[in-house]
């Protein structure tokens, strides 16, 4: 069974601190990782896609993977209150697969004034 | 591009009543899906769409049901509504068969009592 494990938190923050979530997977040969940032009430919203290994940055968010230790983290320099929100990771397997997306429970995250 | 729209926004059923939950991509995304969220708790995968004419169940296909006969709609079909139905659900479309980035609708919460 594939899994996608994330620490439900909350994790709390002050404002202008660097958030730090974390994601684990335990299909080796997922290819694609996936953040979403999703409000309370509302739907998720895709915020970052990471392909390979290393880092992608985009604004104050920046994605890292790392295959071979099998997590997916995410980076939010410079929090804002705004950024309160649960965080879900999503991982898919190779091309020609089964298409469907593994999502773990979501990490709630609050910045705090 | 209205992206995905969902309708109805809420819902109350009673016990043993059927709905057809809508939703509608504008994105001529070849793949759809539908997930239901209950608190506290991740997406999980009702069914799934690859194409028009082609659906699939997910990881939680009982009570439910779906047709394709448009790249634009997946209707989700509840027949004989019961409390464990309780909850959101959200339709997903994603773009290509390379990249799983899915577009959520904005959710349709149904109460069963």
């Known amino acids: 069974q594939k899994e996608v494990e994330q620490n439900s938190g909350p994790l709390s923050v002050p404002e202008g601190a660097i958030a730090s979530l974390n994601c684990t997977y335990s299909?080796?040969?997922?290819?694609?990782f996936f953040w979403y940032r999703q409000y309370s009430g509302k739907s998720p919203e895709l915020i970052m896609s990471?392909?390979?290994?290393g880092d992608k940055e985009d604004g104050r968010f920046t994605a890292q993977l790392n295959k071979a230790s099998q997590y997916v983290s995410l980076l939010i320099r410079d929090s804002q209150p705004s950024d309160s929100a649960t965080y879900l990771c999503?991982?898919?397997?190779?091309?020609?697969?089964?298409?469907?997306?593994?999502f773990g429970r979501g990490t709630s995250l609050i910045v705090h004034p | 591009n209205a992206g995905v729209t969902q309708t109805p926004k809420f819902r109350i059923l009673k016990i043993g009543q059927s709905m057809t939950l809508q939703c509608t991509q504008d994105?001529?995304?070849?793949?759809m899906y539908w997930y239901r969220q209950d608190p506290g708790m991740g997406l999980k995968l009702i069914y799934y769409?690859?194409?028009?004419?082609?659906?699939d169940k997910g990881e939680v296909p009982n009570g439910y049901n779906v047709s394709r006969s448009t790249t634009e709609d997946f209707p989700l079909r509840l027949e004989l509504a019961a409390p464990s139905q309780t909850s959101v659900y959200f339709c997903?479309?994603?773009?290509?068969?390379?990249?799983?980035?899915?577009?959520f609708g904005p959710g349709t919460r149904l109460t069963v009592t």
């Open positions: 999503a991982v898919t397997p190779p091309s020609g697969g089964s298409y469907i997306p593994t």
């Open positions: 990471i392909y390979s290994n």
């Open positions: 299909d080796r040969v997922s290819q694609s």
């Open positions: 769409s690859v194409g028009a004419g082609i659906t």
């Open positions: 997903a479309s994603s773009i290509t068969e390379d990249s799983y980035e899915q577009y």
């Open positions: 994105m001529n995304h070849n793949y």
